[in-house]
């Protein structure tokens, strides 16, 4: 199970936008991309997903490649909650079990 | 609360043990998962249930590992003779089935705390 790769860590500023990338060059057509995080000491919590378009909802955005290899997950305004390890993560359409890679743990300075 | 529990939150056993860790899925939740999570890497996934039927076991799961989720309800997982590899953080998560017309990968899954399991 081909895992996604991501950069071991990155920086912010608080309310500063973060484009924290992923990719995934081996994914299949109708496997999804979903982004989780998580806190110290609790489960993965869901951010977002998509296939092929960018999305958009509460928390964050994802603009996908057009050849679905790669992705970014966008936050526009970091904050001090934010700092946790995200996760890219490619979802296998047979059974929808997540394959983790090792994620970006983001850290966001006041 | 509604959310995913396990219980216990933490295990600390010696070696040659039997452990079992229980987790509760949010009830309309018909999938449920198992993966292990040690320090510093993402969480590997172990197996899954569709109701009360296992569909999958990854090759992680040796024969000392056993998972059941008799009613389709709440799920639990066995390891037998403990080793100290086994010492690791083991979440569960539950989700929805797609219906007849979507996909598996659709559906977010949502994770409960964790059992910190140390094998002594």
């Known amino acids: 199970d081909a895992k996604t790769t991501q950069p071991n860590s990155m920086e912010s500023n608080e309310e500063e936008p973060v484009h924290l990338p992923c990719n995934h060059s081996?994914?299949?057509?109708?496997?999804?991309i979903h982004w989780y995080r998580q806190l110290p000491s609790q489960g993965p919590e869901y951010v977002i997903h998509g296939l092929t378009s960018n999305v958009n909802n509460r928390m964050a955005s994802l603009a996908i490649a057009e050849d679905r290899k790669s992705s970014t997950l966008i936050l526009h305004r970091a904050t001090l909650r934010d700092a946790a390890v995200y996760y890219c993560t490619r979802v296998y359409n047979q059974g929808g079990k997540l394959i983790f890679g090792q994620g970006t743990e983001l850290s966001v300075k006041p | 609360d509604t959310g995913v529990s396990q219980n216990p939150r933490h295990k600390i056993t010696k070696r040659g043990q039997n452990v079992t860790f229980r987790c509760d899925p949010i009830s309309e939740h018909n999938r449920l998962y198992w993966y292990r999570q040690t320090l510093g890497q993402g969480p590997e996934f172990l197996t899954y249930f569709q109701n009360e039927a296992q569909l999958e076991k990854s090759r992680l799961l040796s024969d000392r590992f056993s998972a059941e989720r008799p009613k389709g309800s709440f799920s639990t997982l066995e390891i037998q003779r403990t080793e100290q590899g086994d010492s690791a953080m083991y979440l569960c998560?539950?989700?929805?089935?797609?219906?007849?017309?979507?996909?598996?990968?659709?559906?977010?899954?949502?994770f409960g705390p964790g059992t910190r399991l140390t094998v002594l």
């Open positions: 998560a539950s989700s929805l089935a797609p219906g007849l017309a979507g996909f598996s990968s659709y559906n977010e899954q949502f």
């Open positions: 081996t994914i299949s057509g109708t496997d999804y």
